[in-house]
């Protein structure tokens, strides 16, 4: 969000939040040939529903990557574990509700289909197990936390063995998810490293080139139909900062 008075700072730099040069894995690897577990729950028993997630979860694993998706029922801890051990998934990607709250470890939570993986569970889905290159959070306030969990569920993955973790810092938004994380794949390609693949979704979108038109996601890339309950919104500009600027790489920018 910080500005120089004329441009962000994300236009300037690729940001990376490191919680440990000691934790921080410095070998570059290529992602370019991986494969991306894409998981998530768009329905939900007691919060909001996520009308966006299918459409996320369907163009990150079939459309940009080569992939699996999942989505509801199948969206359960069990399954992610049992994926990863039949494929080495170096990518995995989680869309749905999580928030983080100070104080005991088990307050805070990323929502499974049938189950809340709390703080302190994050252990049990053996991301080290092969190791991961890259942990996605499309969530909420997943990238936060306090003196006993700093940088939250992110920077646990990362102390869990992940590479790298993209996370939130606030209650973002469905549609501006979709769209970022939808250009952060696409760039993710070919930028040199994820950083700044993160940094290229979100020039774009600072500067109005990704935004919502007639029920359609309209980026440089092309355009995706969106689900009726985000169809309804027919002209959306995503260039505020609420938009783009909750998402951050935590670990390793490589």
């Not at 950083?195 to 020039?203: N, S, T, V, W």
């Not at 995706?224 to 790489?249: D, G, M």
Request: with cysteine.
């Amino acid at each position: 969000v910080l500005q120089d008075g004329q441009k962000f700072l994300a236009e300037k730099y690729s940001l990376t939040r490191i919680p440990a040069f000691k934790l921080t894995d410095t070998i570059y690897g290529d992602l370019r040939n991986s494969q991306v577990l894409a998981m998530g729950a768009s329905e939900f028993k007691e919060q909001q529903p996520l009308p966006a997630v299918p459409v996320e979860l369907s163009a990150i694993a079939q459309n940009i990557w080569d992939g699996k998706s999942f989505l509801n029922q199948e969206f359960t801890q069990a399954n992610l574990r049992q994926q990863r051990q039949q494929t080495p998934f170096k990518i995995i990607h989680l869309a749905t509700h999580a928030d983080f709250l100070p104080g005991k470890p088990s307050n805070s939570y990323i929502q499974f289909w049938d189950s809340k993986l709390t703080l302190d569970q994050i252990g049990k889905l053996n991301l080290n197990n092969p190791p991961a290159e890259l942990l996605v959070l499309s969530a909420c306030r997943t990238a936060i936390g306090d003196e006993q969990a700093e940088l939250g569920f992110a920077g646990l993955a990362v102390q869990a063995g992940v590479k790298s973790a993209v996370a939130s810092l606030w209650y973002v938004s469905d549609e501006g998810t979709l769209a970022l994380m939808t250009e952060f794949y696409r760039h993710l390609q070919t930028a040199p490293i994820k950083a700044q693949a993160l940094q290229k979704a979100q020039i774009e979108m600072i500067k109005g080139q990704v935004r919502i038109e007639n029920g359609r996601l309209q980026s440089p890339s092309g355009s995706i139909p969106l689900p009726p309950a985000l169809a309804k919104i027919e002209n959306e500009n995503l260039s505020h900062p609420y938009y783009w600027a909750a998402f951050t790489v935590v670990g390793s920018p490589w």
